[in-house]
């Protein structure tokens, strides 16, 4: 395959009518296509429907030092609920509090209580005339929506395969006291599907802020997503709680983790892993706010999988479906924009996401340009603070939630859409 | 009975000394009795055990829109939670905003987004020199905590049988732009079990706040919570959204609600009621919090009540189980106090508490001396901003937990360590 860039004015314009002959008779089909969240399809959410039989009437209700989960009382998780939710997420049970039905939501009560109260006693966020935040881009738009949402200002750190630039984090975090976050998907990362390497772990857990408060938002939201069943296969990251312990600097992180995409995304239970210390404060603070989470859904989820191997056999089969997903999609653009040097795209081995980059200055005309024929992808720019993507190259593609057939038009779509607008460019260039 | 303030020493010291012989009899049994919180008991809770059958693994997950409640969507409730809260609530589904487990976690959030980001628009608490809550007492202590936490003044308003003191509301919240809230608990009011009458709502609804942010913090927590299924004997109270839109000021007010004394107080469904303009703002932001709450549990609740007409008839059950409590503690209390003016109390027709009015200055002793046999009452003071009861004479009285028999002992613990400590003032005055 000719790359486009060494097509001459000639080629370009007939390679330009040939693919928009195709374009045309696809909008005629009128598409409705969604690959713009990471949403759990259909036959994923199948999986779990038997975790409703668990709980019936006839059940017993109490969790295992007899307290009746039916009614008030204990603040932060059961104790079943804390040991399983800590083997998923390699930590012990009294290293974790346990939440409602959202990781999101624990995020961003986190930052809200930061700015109202301060974290650990230091000064309220409020108070302060700049509060920083590190971006690793690109990244997860609800993560950025919520620093935005509080004022906070956001720096960009570039990403690679290893994970962000660990000198300028290092940089920014010791120089800074103003900086007192950094956003992180450790494994396979929303949305490039990296995941982050031992010495980039190390590296985090050794950081000696500038800032009491400073803190790593640790989003573990993939920590059990594989997509392959094979070890071989699969990335393992070190635990950043570990880690940060043996550094000697025990308090810095918050590490976050959910069953959104284990059983149901809008009925799952989330939770949060930190420092005695950190657990301390949040739970002294959280008293205020509630009397307690829903200890129903805590037991059913223990009581469906019993322990982490039966959660990691349920994985398996989400990955059974999804695994053909991220492949078609990966083969349809190998096949089609292999060779044609238009785009870049991640073949992560679990999570959510695929992250492609086009030229520059081609990701909202793409994205425009599917959306004309019925595919709706994550706006361009999502995947940056402020929703500006400085080179406007990156699109976040999820593959998860279509059927088979619907993905494979819809990659089908994209890659048209991805030719065209890059001989727009080209041929922009030229004249 | 002759009252104790008419007895000599010598008949008190008479008194004493008998009773001291009873109360030493019942510390040696060691009882361990909790009236301290509006907790239903273990029978209750089997009321609902059902709801735990509506949704199994074969259950149509969809709900009436078609939207797949397993999945993420949907902010702010299915549509037909919305149509069941707003019946409870006596406002339209399109009023409503459903949420997690927990209204006192709206209450806490709505506080917390007002002080982070202001409320529709005007500047955020968090900017402002001073913010004022008015909080009608006795009141309820997490409420009173909630602001307290945020730092908020509060100033306390006497309740009457028929509410607040409206003349004094008025005139704070008209004149005061540091004024921005009232806690009301407006049914079956906590601790007294009051219910504001038709003038008092009214008064409410009429109220032209100084503060253009200024909102009545409605907790209509025992909406359909009576003791009585005769509705003569069931108190009505205007709806506070339709008398404030009557009254053309259709935004003064956010109006809270849960099944937490429904179904199960840890796993129930809350919600908020407001204006629409409330309902966007409060949306707007809700959305960088969540993706949105549990459907399922929004789902089970629907499918297990269907309409509010099988809610109350449930509420009846519960009825049958509380009422006898009320009526055992009110029987105890005409019995052993009657006549003796050393205590008020009231005898409600719904909610969760009877609120005791000791002698002036008794209210921690007699608290303290329920402790010594065992009896855990709520902290004297807790039904005060900041804990602090101006004239240490309120208890409140929480009958729902214990089961009937352990209730008497309560009960009978309780006038005599009130007679105890009154018959201690009044001789600690004589000498």
């Known amino acids: 395959m000719k790359a486009y860039h060494e097509m001459s004015r000639q080629e370009l ?10 374009f045309n008779e696809i909008k005629k089909k009128k598409l409705k296509l969604d690959m713009s969240r990471g949403k759990p399809s259909y036959s ?9 039989d668990v709980l019936d009437s006839h059940s ?7 307290t009746d989960c039916r009614n008030y009382g204990i603040l932060a998780g059961i104790p079943e609920a804390k040991r399983l939710m800590g083997e998923m997420s390699e930590v012990g049970p009294d290293d974790m509090i346990i939440f409602g039905n959202s990781s999101l939501n624990i995020m961003f009560d986190t930052v809200s209580r930061s700015f109202t109260h301060g974290v650990c006693g230091a000064t309220p966020w409020h108070k302060l005339d700049r509060v920083k935040f590190l971006c690793p881009v690109p990244g997860y738009d609800r993560h950025f929506r919520i620093t935005e949402y509080f004022g906070i200002e956001m720096i960009n750190i570039p990403m690679s395969e290893t994970g962000p630039d660990m000198d300028l984090v290092e940089q920014y975090v010791q120089s800074d006291p103003a900086v007192k976050g950094i956003w992180c998907t450790p494994k396979y990362s929303n949305p490039q599907g990296y ?3 031992d010495e980039t772990v190390r590296h985090f857990a050794a950081l000696t802020p500038a800032a009491e408060d400073f803190r790593i938002y640790w989003d573990n939201a993939y920590s059990i997503h594989h997509l392959y069943e094979d070890p071989e296969e699969q990335d393992v990251i070190l635990e950043i709680l570990e880690e940060c312990r043996k550094a000697g600097h025990p308090d810095i ?3 976050f983790i959910s069953t959104s995409k284990v059983t149901f995304p809008g009925s799952g239970i989330a939770a949060l892993a930190a420092s005695k210390r950190n657990l301390e404060d949040i739970r002294k603070h959280m008293a205020v706010q509630t009397i307690g989470h829903d200890k129903m859904n805590q037991l059913r989820h223990v009581r469906f999988f019993g322990n982490l191997a039966n959660m990691q056999q349920h994985m398996h089969r989400h990955a059974e479906i999804l695994r053909p997903k991220f492949e078609a999609v990966e083969e349809t653009f190998e096949r089609e924009l292999g060779g044609l040097e238009i785009g870049e795209w991640t073949k992560p081995k679990g999570g959510y996401f695929i992250s492609f980059d ?3 200055g081609c990701a909202k005309a793409i994205v ?5 024929a019925g595919v709706k992808l994550t706006e361009a720019g999502a995947t940056y603070p402020y929703g500006k993507d400085p080179r406007d190259r990156n699109i976040r593609i999820a593959p998860s939630f279509p059927e088979p057939q619907e993905l494979q038009r819809a990659a089908a779509i994209f890659v048209l859409s991805t ?7 080209y041929l922009g260039e030229m004249a």
Chains 1, 2 share one sequence.
């Open 13 to 22: 314009l007939e390679e330009q009518a040939a693919l928009e002959l195709q």
């Open 44 to 52: 994923q959410l199948e999986l779990s429907n038997e975790m409703m």
């Open 60 to 66: 017993y209700f109490n969790d295992e030092t007899g």
């Open 195 to 197: 995941s982050y390497s």
């Open 253 to 255: 992180v918050f590490k």
């Open 358 to 360: 086009s030229l520059d």
């Open 368 to 372: 425009a340009k599917c959306a004309e």
């Open 419 to 425: 030719k065209l607008v890059s001989i727009q460019k």
